[in-house]
């Protein structure tokens, strides 16, 4: 934290200007530093108490300059002895004294020159937030709660301001110096949150536990389960899947007819007439296709069509393949047509419908079916 001498802003400590004025704030800081460095230079050279010269003037320390010794002139080459001459002695460098030099004593109370301003030096770049203040100078980004740019110390007043994206927009993101009662009930609208998510989350967990149970213990749930799936599977495949032709059985036969409603009728394109069966025990059709045929969907209307509940309505029918591979279908109970999804029929050139599941009549004692459709691929 730098606290600014001109204004008293409190600014943090990577600002070289003042927020509030635009004050440089590393002069404030070398000045400060200069004038404890000048006040230390000064007791340096007033020396230890009683070090005062004749009559109680001070002394001026003498700088002590070591000798300076001359380097030896060149001396011309010297002649080869001559037998029996007499050798020179070899000349000596002379020791040259140095000139005293004398500094000029400090008078006390002399003003010493301000040292020289330091150039601003740049900081860090500051990432832009939301909200921030652009220079218009040098680009920094600033708080919103400053004047002055933090790197050059121009004025922000036509700065540019960052903006907020939208998903702060939708979820503002709240200021961390707030009050102590404002923390408070934020902390304990998140330990409200918290409580809803889990209570949310066990909720969800029992849920799909008892789904489960009732798809695994209970049978008509399952198969309503089934049926509904399988329908929206095959819903959704009918978009992409090729055209549907239907296919015609060219002979059909029973377990088990009335008389007047024989098992030929449910496959003669009519929806006035049905075949009828006793119930007990369980009526089959067999449809032979005379070709192997790969069945995908089946349209069944239940019961008879002008008086529903005088019969039986088939609520499972189990189809048995030539091929000896089955498929369940349920129907629902109405007198309007079913669309079924067919499986397993790959290669086979007849079917046995059997009826394994009744909606039981309130005045009849017989089960009956007016129509039965089978389709295949084109």
């Known amino acids: ?7 008293g802003e409190h600014n ?6 003042c927020g509030a004025c635009g004050t440089f704030l590393e002069w404030e800081k070398e000045t400060v530093g200069a004038a404890q460095g000048q006040a230390g230079g000064a007791a340096q050279q007033s020396g230890p108490a009683g070090s005062a010269g004749p009559a109680g003037q001070p002394t001026t320390a003498q700088p002590v300059v070591p000798p300076v010794v001359a380097a030896p002139e060149p001396q011309p080459p010297v002649p080869a002895a001559q037998p029996g001459a007499a050798q020179p002695a070899p000349a000596r460098p002379t020791a040259v004294q140095p000139t005293a030099v004398q500094p000029s004593a400090v008078q006390p109370g002399a003003q010493q ?6 150039q601003p030096k740049l900081t860090e770049r500051r990432q ?4 921030d203040l652009i220079c218009g100078r040098c680009g920094d980004s600033n708080p919103p709660t400053r004047n002055f740019c933090a790197t050059c110390g121009d004025s922000l ?6 903006d907020t994206t939208w998903w702060r927009k939708l979820f503002p993101r709240k200021d961390k110096t707030v009050a102590a009662g404002t923390r408070n009930r934020a902390r304990r609208s998140g330990s409200v949150r918290k409580g809803v998510g889990r209570a949310a989350q066990l909720v969800l967990l029992v849920a799909v536990l008892l789904f489960g149970a009732l798809y695994g213990l209970v049978a008509p749930f399952r198969s309503s389960v089934n049926g509904a799936v399988t329908g929206t599977v095959e819903d959704v495949r009918g978009v992409f899947d090729a055209k549907l032709e239907p296919v015609r059985p060219t002979a059909v036969s029973a377990t088990a007819e009335l008389p007047d409603h024989p098992a030929a009728l449910v496959a003669d394109n009519a929806s006035n007439t049905h075949w009828a069966a006793p119930a007990d025990p369980q009526p ?3 449809l032979d296709f005379g070709k192997q045929v790969d069945l995908t969907k089946a349209i069944v209307r239940a019961g008879i069509g002008a008086d529903f509940q005088s019969a039986h309505r088939p609520q499972r029918l189990h189809l048995v393949y030539s091929t000896g591979r089955t498929h369940d279908v349920d129907l629902a ?9 067919l499986a397993g029929s790959e290669g086979a050139e007849r079917v046995e419908v059997h009826v394994t599941g009744l909606h039981r ?10 129509e039965i459709e089978f389709f295949a691929e084109k």
């Open 1 to 7: 934290m730098i606290v600014c001498a001109q204004c």
């Open 12 to 17: 943090t400590g990577g600002a070289e200007f």
């Open 113 to 118: 020159p301000a040292p020289a301003r330091p």
């Open 128 to 131: 832009a937030q939301p909200g």
């Open 157 to 162: 007043a036509a700065a540019t301001v960052v």
């Open 284 to 286: 089959a059709l067999v």
């Open 333 to 341: 109970d109405t007198p309007d047509p079913q669309e079924v999804a």
């Open 361 to 370: 009549s309130l005045s009849g004692n017989d089960v009956a079916i007016s």
